[in-house]
């Protein structure tokens, strides 16, 4: 059976730690991290099979794991990722927006050349990423528009510099509107879908984005149109919010499971 490592005890790593004790995902959880080590102990504590609460995040990867599963943050991902593959294991992120930096992309690119290693990005929150891969080169038009309840939208940093009050918002507003890029970094906690979306299709500077609040909504919701020399595809995901953590979709958390029980599966695999 694959070992894994996890970086972040959070909602996302507790399910996914949770689906590995119950066998959901074949495979053992070794070592855990996380930033807090509160975090971690309270996750080992609901675990049947009790994994190794390492004290550095770079030493998850320094114990014999087949994969690394980063469900912390973008600051997580530019911390360790290099260095997981360095020592020449696989890497399963969930905080895409790290690789929305050229910068970054390319060296990690090139890592996973040089180590003969793979890098996992589970499909999030969205669907038809498949379809999206397939028609890049005849792409013309790619964008997203996600709505979410103004309370998962809370602490992103482009309040920082806004004078929006998401407690005052009474219908359906408009926050944010252009590239993928730009909207990774302004709320990087919420909009991992974008840059997903982009690093399939056209990239993250030709990836339009709209960001609404809308505080009548019990959903996260995602319309994505893509056009384009092969014809168009317009497609609608209408997702709950984890009851853990709102800020994240409960398809996201699916997604990251299925993407792991693939990963350490044997048989037929459908889809791409």
Do not use: W
Request: hydrophobic content about 40%.
């Amino acid at each position: 059976m694959k070992k894994i490592g996890l970086l972040g005890c959070g909602a996302i790593g507790t399910q996914i730690a949770l689906a590995i004790d119950s066998g959901k995902i074949p495979a053992i959880l070794t070592h855990v991290y996380d930033i807090s080590k509160d975090a971690a102990i309270e996750l080992v504590s609901k675990l049947k099979t009790k994994p190794e609460i390492v004290e550095n995040s770079h030493l998850l990867s320094s114990h014999p794991v087949n994969i690394v599963v980063e469900a912390a943050s973008q600051d997580a991902v530019k911390d360790i990722s290099l260095s997981v593959l360095q020592n020449k294991r696989d890497l399963m992120i969930m905080s895409v927006g790290a690789l929305l930096d050229e910068t970054i992309y390319d060296i990690l690119s090139d890592a996973c050349k040089d180590f003969g290693k793979t890098i996992y990005l589970p499909s999030g929150a969205i669907a038809g990423l498949d379809g999206i891969k397939s028609i890049k080169d005849e792409l013309e038009s790619l964008s997203i528009t996600t709505t979410k309840h103004p309370c998962s939208l809370k602490g992103a940093p482009f309040f920082e510099n806004s004078d929006i009050n998401l407690d005052a918002i009474t219908s359906s507003t408009i926050l944010f509107e252009g590239t993928a890029k730009e909207a990774v970094s302004l709320f990087p906690a919420n909009i991992n879908v974008a840059a997903l979306l982009s690093l399939s299709g056209i990239g993250s500077e030709k990836t339009s984005v709209k960001i609404v609040a809308d505080p009548n909504t019990d959903k996260n919701t995602h319309h994505i149109e893509a056009k384009g020399k092969f014809g168009k595809m317009i497609f609608t995901i209408e997702n709950f919010p984890d009851i853990n953590n709102p800020k994240t979709s409960r398809l996201a958390i699916l997604s990251a499971i299925e993407t792991l029980r693939k990963y350490c599966s044997d048989g037929i695999q459908i889809g791409t």
